[in-house]
């Protein structure tokens, strides 16, 4: 089977990695991919020109199964054009992909599904923002509608700051179109999570919770940035409250998607603050989160493959009557009674994934009762490596040393996930903001935390900067 996963970030090397270890042995393409990538699969140029030209690459290259990373191309209609065209794709379709693609198109989507959010309104019109901005005399998150790589949202601590954001987005087009529209929310206070999960029509698979660090400075101070760092489990979210939240926030959206004509299918990643009053979704992405992806596969033991396959082809969604409810994505003891643990019978060799669902995976064919959890009791940690001066300008060029001794440091418990790299003449140089995702496996969250900056520290990279505290918010939460 020949794979195009589409994106160049560490979620794209970390999504080549684990997919290169299934049972299937598949042919992997990353297009455009990083110096990771150059070296785990086979890299080729991402045609420009859009969805019609990207579906020709599809064509020539004899792709069986396409893995979009980033979310632009879903937003463009790649699964939609992969449907016509008889290709499986992973990911929703252009109009579900507006869940990430267009921030106002969310809040309406959760307006209507009863899922609890911060109060907002939207603008199209400055004048009528600013008023807005003025009068509501509280702590405001001014965001752009549409996509800035995770940069269009700015907090703003009173009326000027979002009346300055304001002006940069609407009058100024720091964002061009994506911030002609602008949704203006109340800020909300608590510990901020992500809960994601593999979706298809109704049926849902929870990965484990994942923390994320938005902001580029220790202290979550600075700019919003595309994640700093990330680990997983996320003690603020135990897997005793999964499910609940997975009623509260996704399995509203998937409905209202379905009565709306379309029907979820891919990733749905919800961003979301824990606040004193509840949990409240801050925002959706239609794909695996970056850094989040780097820690979470880092912990996943099954075959990746299988369960982004049983979702693209629905068989995911197939398999729910006879598996039941989801599960939280911890291992139970496996034949414990649960009946996600009864493997549905659908014909085929191997379990479906909702039987996998997140819970047990079966090391050997499907009848051979062989079980093993499909997630490890470890916790993982991904520190991120940038280059001075991002999330704004920044450097490019400089020579990366010390990737293989730093994962030779914990056989086994480390992985350097490259994102702003390519691989030239053997070398690896930096080409972008996050050059590296520096990630650990560790007995908890502590010997992760110390794993991976002992990893950093072995990192050659002229000029790097990352955030320190990553974890200390989760070692807090212990005490
Ligand atoms: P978004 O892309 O909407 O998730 O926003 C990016 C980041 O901005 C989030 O991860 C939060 O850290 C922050 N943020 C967004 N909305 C709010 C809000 N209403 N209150 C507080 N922080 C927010
Ligand atoms: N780490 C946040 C995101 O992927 O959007």
């Known amino acids: ?9 560490g979620r794209e090397h970390a999504l080549a990695w684990k997919l290169g270890q299934s049972r299937e042995k598949p042919d992997i393409l990353v297009a455009p991919g990083n110096g990771g990538t150059a070296l785990e699969a086979r890299n080729a140029d991402l045609p ?17 199964f396409v893995i979009p990373g980033t979310e632009l191309p879903l937003v463009n209609g790649i ?39 911060a109060d907002f309104a939207v603008f199209n019109d400055y004048a009528a923002a600013e008023k807005y901005a003025r009068g509501r005399k509280r702590p405001l998150a001014v965001k752009a509608d549409g996509l800035a ?21 609407m009058l100024e087009k720091r964002f061009g179109p994506a911030g002609e529209t602008v949704v203006i929310e109340d800020a909300l206070t608590g510990e901020e999570v992500s809960l994601l999960a593999v979706c298809r029509e109704e049926a849902l698979v929870l990965l484990p919770a994942a923390r994320d660090h938005k902001r580029a400075l220790d202290g979550d101070n600075g700019p919003n940035t595309g994640g700093m760092g990330a680990y997983s489990p996320a003690p603020v979210l135990p897997e005793s409250r999964m499910e609940e939240i997975a009623d509260l926030v996704l399995r509203p959206v998937l409905k209202t998607m379905k009565k709306r004509g379309v029907p979820y299918s ?13 949990p409240r979704a801050l925002e959706f992405n239609v794909r695996f989160g970056d850094p989040e992806c780097q820690a979470l596969l880092m912990r996943f033991k099954g075959d990746l493959l299988e369960l982004l396959i049983d979702c693209a082809s629905g068989r995911l969604n197939d398999a729910r009557g006879t598996a039941g409810k989801a599960h939280p994505p911890q291992a139970a003891g496996c034949g414990s009674g649960r009946p996600g643990n009864t493997l549905p019978r659908t014909g085929s060799t191997r379990p479906s994934a909702l039987a996998l669902n997140g819970l047990q995976a079966c090391a050997g064919p499907a009848d051979s009762g062989v079980c093993s959890p499909l997630w490890t009791d470890e916790t993982a940690l991904c ?21 293989d001794e730093a994962e030779a440091g914990v056989p086994g ?25 520096v990630t650990a496996l560790g007995a908890d969250l502590r010997e992760a935390q110390e794993r991976a900056y002992a990893a950093v520290a072995g990192i050659r990279l002229e000029r790097a900067f990352f955030r320190r505290d990553i974890g200390d918010g989760g070692l807090r939460a212990f005490k």
Not at 1 to 9: E, Y
Not at 266 to 278: N, P
Not at 416 to 432: D, K, L, P, Y
């Open 1 to 9: 089977m020949r794979i195009l996963i589409i994106g160049s970030g």
């Open 48 to 64: 420009s020109g859009g969805v019609d030209r990207l579906m020709e690459f599809i064509r020539e290259h004899k792709v069986d």
């Open 79 to 117: 699964a939609d054009a992969c449907a016509r065209a008889g290709v499986l794709c992973f990911g929703p379709a252009a109009y579900a992909a507006r869940l990430e693609g267009s921030k106002s198109f969310a809040k309406e989507v959760m307006r209507e599904a009863g899922v609890p959010t």
């Open 149 to 169: 790589a995770g940069k269009g949202v700015v907090m703003a601590a009173g009326a000027e700051d979002a009346v300055a954001a304001l002006r940069g987005m």
């Open 266 to 278: 891919g990733v749905l990643y919800a961003g979301l603050m824990l606040t004193a009053d509840g």
């Open 383 to 403: 520190v991120v490596m940038a280059a001075e001066g991002y999330p704004g300008e920044y450097r490019k060029g400089m020579t990366i040393g010390g990737i």
């Open 413 to 437: 418990k480390i992985k350097i996930f490259h994102a702003g790299t390519v691989a030239e003449q053997g070398r690896i140089r930096a080409s972008g903001g996050r050059v590296l995702g």
